[in-house]
């Protein structure tokens, strides 16, 4: 029997039809696995994973496939953006027996859950070296039939081996100036000065990276960092890997000059990506920075946002390409005479500057479009026309498939980067936006006991516990909010989510942080990973949104939390610094203090005081926190005994227990923010 229909998981869902007898993860899973003496497969994706649909079609839709895993097998199926943390323990294990790693994760388990043989996608027959999937099956049967000692053996081996690359974290020590530079000389080696990003094929946006060389030049001046980080927004915004016709990025570009991208499109890449270029625009005022920022964040009200006010978590990469087919990329690409049966005459200047060419970019003839670089000047109003044509004539194609699952985390990066964009582009409907998600995260994610859903769906929250990035990312978003809105309650609820982060997700004694709660589900193993992957790592998100609410309320636990959190950048920064980028932004906002400026007016909507307050949240200074209020408000600590200047409203600027003179110039307090 298939037990998936009643999942909140459109991932687990669209597997509730298979003839395979799926289990979602439980305890009943691993109770029937001991009591029919089977091993149990596990099977690890999500929505929009290409190679997920690809042996889901392959093997788990074949009956002769499904009878002989109903037979011999208990089969677990999990969502890893639901699950994060059986993700986590698994992909440690696959990684450290295969040295890689990827989705779908297949991985076979005792029924007491240990690993003992791993894999990712296997085909339905041998392939370039790879076992049939059925070949995989066959030979775990009879391993369990024949050799049950040495699998239990291997088993055994597996969790000691894991259980042992724990943290040693007793010698932590705080990330100063000389770590910073080692990091940016280690991404400079890495650079790729030709094509923009990091490394070579697959490219992935680096934007927790991109944020550190934008937080480092704004303290140092570094123009290397700038520039690292000037050109490959540039070359990402000029690429196949940005939607040039509605906004928006898709996950990474499989090549290494951005051209062709995997198509889905994460809310958490876009998220990330629509902050970082409207950070690039705060500190040069680029054109193109702003105009992606603005394109992204409305790809993500339009096409991601759920009737509830949440945000979806992806859009597929596939899609009917017409003839019934569900082809990768279908909805996105173009052939010359795509362009010329919508544009007409004006076909040949949109291949020009859209880099459609008759052999095409992609596959079958077909192209990407790009924007890439030209000389002579072009019609601004020609352009925008082509645009909207191709643009319209798109959407009448089959549209990707979306995961409507709302996870906390990814809502959290969302809430932040349409509170600044709104924020910065005088757009209050991106920030009412923002507040919509923030307002549903608080509804209906928020128990009484201020504990995290991991995710909701439909208005129905899931029953998987939030992990430490969904507490970290939340209150980093309402963070933000509160510095944009001037709404004190946001702060408030940040203070209680971090509160969760110290007593429940933090050693008491080395101050290390776990990925899950002290109280959580136990696994073979508690997972604890300070790097940074798609998204900062719970650990350094929790360091940065810890040290910002310090700032803003002056509490002295949660500061002492973010410095020992911080050692694992000192760690880990020199040596890997691709890979724990947040850190590094978190970092730079410790050593620049992080500013706490106050902004009072006789009323919020003073116009003088809203000057004063677009002024400090345009400020490049790394970290710096805001707190925005009628004179004598007790919704936030900074604005206590901070009066209002021969009655014109004031704002007021400290680092490190030392403030500046007040001012009633927005002049002088962008000097003084970006000095």
Not at 57 to 62: A, C, G, L, Q
Not at 171 to 197: K, N, S
Not at 590 to 603: K, T
Not at 613 to 620: D, F, M
């Amino acid at each position: 029997m298939n037990r998936l229909a009643h999942e909140t998981s459109p991932y687990l869902l669209q597997h509730a039809d298979n003839p395979v007898d799926w289990w979602p993860w439980s305890a009943e899973a691993f109770d029937a696995a001991r009591k029919a003496d089977r091993p149990v497969l596990l099977s690890v994706g999500y929505s929009s994973c290409h190679w997920c649909h690809v042996m889901a079609h392959e093997s788990f839709e074949d009956t002769a496939t499904a009878d002989y895993l109903n037979e011999h097998f208990v089969s677990i199926k999990v969502d890893r953006e639901e699950r994060p943390d059986v993700d986590a323990v698994y992909m440690e294990a696959v990684q450290a027996a295969t040295g890689q790693g990827g989705w779908p994760m297949t991985v076979f388990l005792t029924p007491d859950a240990e690993p003992f043989y791993f894999g990712t996608y296997f085909p339905p027959a041998p392939r370039h070296g790879m076992p049939s999937f059925r070949q995989v099956l066959e030979g775990v049967r009879q391993a369990w039939s024949d050799r049950r000692d040495e699998v239990t053996e291997v088993a055994g081996k597996i969790v000691r081996d894991l259980a042992g690359r724990e943290i040693d974290y007793q010698t932590a020590h705080l990330p100063g100036e000389e770590d910073l530079a080692r990091a940016l000389l280690g991404l400079t080696r890495e650079y790729d000065p030709q094509r923009g990003g990091f490394g070579g094929a697959p490219k992935f946006p680096p934007s927790m990276v991109i944020e550190f060389l934008l937080r480092h030049h704004a303290r140092t001046g570094a123009e290397g960092a700038l520039q690292m980080a000037q050109d490959t927004c540039e070359r990402m915004a000029r690429g196949g890997i940005y939607d040039q016709l509605g906004g928006g990025f898709a996950r990474y570009s499989v090549d290494r000059d951005w051209v062709t991208p995997h198509f889905e499109k994460m809310l958490y890449d876009n998220a990330l990506l629509c902050r970082v270029y409207a950070h690039l625009w705060r500190s040069t005022g680029s054109g193109l920075a702003r105009r992606v920022a603005l394109e992204t964040a409305d790809f993500m009200v339009r096409e991601l946002r759920t009737e509830q006010g949440g945000f979806a978590s992806a859009l597929d990469a596939d899609s009917d390409d017409g003839t019934g087919r569900h082809v990768e990329g279908a909805h996105y690409v173009w052939t010359p005479g795509q362009l010329r049966e919508v544009l007409g005459d004006d076909a040949e200047l949109a291949a020009h500057y859209f880099g459609v060419t008759e052999e095409g970019t992609f596959e079958h003839g077909q192209s990407v479009l790009q924007l890439p670089q030209h000389d002579g000047v072009f019609d601004a109003e020609k352009i925008a026309s082509i645009r909207e044509r191709l643009l319209r004539a798109r959407g009448e194609r089959p549209a990707p498939g979306r995961d409507d699952k709302v996870v906390a985390a990814w809502n959290g990066l969302a809430v932040a980067a349409l509170a600044e964009t709104g924020a910065y582009f005088d757009r209050p409907d991106l920030v009412e936006a923002a507040v919509g998600a923030a307002d549903l995260l608080v509804r209906l994610h928020l128990d009484d006991r201020a504990q995290l859903a991991r995710t909701s769906r439909d208005g129905r929250a899931g029953a998987n516990a939030g992990v430490l990035e969904d507490y970290a990312d939340v209150a980093e978003g309402f963070l933000v909010l509160a510095s944009v809105t001037g709404e004190g309650v946001w702060l408030e609820f940040a203070g209680l989510l971090l509160d969760h982060v110290l007593t429940r997700f933090t050693d008491p004694d080395s101050g290390a942080l776990y990925d899950t709660a002290a109280d959580a589900e136990r696994l073979i193993r508690r997972p604890q990973d300070p790097t940074d992957n798609a998204t900062p790592s719970g650990w350094t998100a929790a360091a940065g949104a810890l040290l910002s609410y310090a700032a803003q309320t002056g509490a002295e636990p949660h500061r002492a939390a973010a410095e020992r959190a911080l050692g694992v950048v000192k760690a880990l920064g020199p040596r890997v610094p691709r890979f724990i980028g947040w850190g590094l932004a978190v970092a730079e906002a410790l050593l620049d203090g992080p500013r706490e400026v106050a902004v009072v007016g006789p009323a919020l909507d003073d116009e003088a005081a809203r000057s004063l307050h677009r002024t400090a949240l345009l400020g490049a200074a790394p970290g710096a926190v805001v707190a925005f209020g009628a004179a004598g408000s007790d919704e936030f600590p900074l604005l206590a005994d901070r009066p209002l200047i021969d009655g014109a409203p004031a704002a007021y600027v400290c680092r490190n227990f030392t403030c500046d003179a007040p001012t009633t110039d927005p002049e002088r307090l962008r000097a003084a923010l970006n000095s």
